[in-house]
């Protein structure tokens, strides 16, 4: 888990109060540190279209003396956390553009695979985990792509006779959904690339109840992640390009097994309760339905 002293935090923790010149230097910085750490204030002035003056300003809101001072946050932080990340996404684009070459579709998605266990550690998967536990109700948010994550998590969960319900909406029927949500209940979101007016909707509603949010995604930009209480982050692949769902199917295992590993007997006992009750009406109707003739 990334350190509150660092860099990265340090923006977030500043984001909304900074003025709207130093949001495009913040923006900018987490979405290009393995540029940023090797830019001069000059050239990151006239990459921004912003004065020096102002990054120096920006700078010094951190509460850095000047640019040299946060560079050399920035380059600590990218030589902790993001070097091994960025040089899998190269490896990532670096391969062939062949859309019917199986084996290279399977490459990529191991490399992300791969890349998933650089940014999301075992303390951030123990914490969300414990919330889904600790929850009253647990509500599980996706929309459009995002629908089918939402679907698989939901269906696992309630196995181990959880209360779990999934939630795809969207515009004035969220708020008809978010109504019943309580301080003690979990909201978990699938939310990609940038926040959308929903997704502002949801974490504002969030907020003023007191909800917590883990919030699954692949983004670490600052008006997406703000709000939530747990972030369980990992790149699904190169910008502009199509994104499987293969990296947020394993973290819904990851949670789903640590969830079950909790339970301990209680989740083997709630799937052999499912497995007698399928033994128990399932087959005889299917029994009966065949000697009557009716399949």
Known sequence: MIRQSDSYNKI???????????????????????????????????VLEVSEATIVRFAQNLGH???????????????????PGERMKRSIEALPDDPFNFAQIVESEIQL???????????SLMRAVDAILKAN???????????????HLT?????????????SVSGKNLFEKLLSINKDDLIIDYHFYKSTIDFRRLMNVAEDKGV???????????PLIKKAS????????????????????????AIINGVAGKLGDKAVLALSELNQMRKKFYYIDFADKSVQGEI
């Open 12 to 46: 977030l923790q500043k984001y909304d109060d900074l003025p709207k010149q130093q949001k495009k230097i913040a923006d900018y910085i987490i979405q290009h540190f393995d540029e940023v750490v090797f830019l001069s204030i000059t050239r990151l002035s006239n």
């Open 65 to 83: 003396k000047g640019f040299p001072e946060l560079k050399k946050d920035l380059v600590k932080y990218y030589r902790d956390y993001l070097t």
């Open 113 to 123: 695979l791969k890349s998933a266990v650089s940014t999301i550690d075992r303390g």
């Open 137 to 151: 109700n647990v509500y599980i948010f996706g929309n459009g792509g995002n629908e089918c994550l939402a679907n």
């Open 155 to 167: 269906f696992r969960l309630a196995r181990f006779k959880l209360k779990v319900v999934q939630q």
């Open 212 to 222: 917590s949010v883990l919030l699954i995604t692949d983004s670490i930009l600052p």
């Open 230 to 253: 747990i972030v369980l982050h990992a790149e699904r692949g190169p910008a502009g390009r199509f994104h499987s769902q293969v990296v947020p199917i394993a973290i819904n295992n």
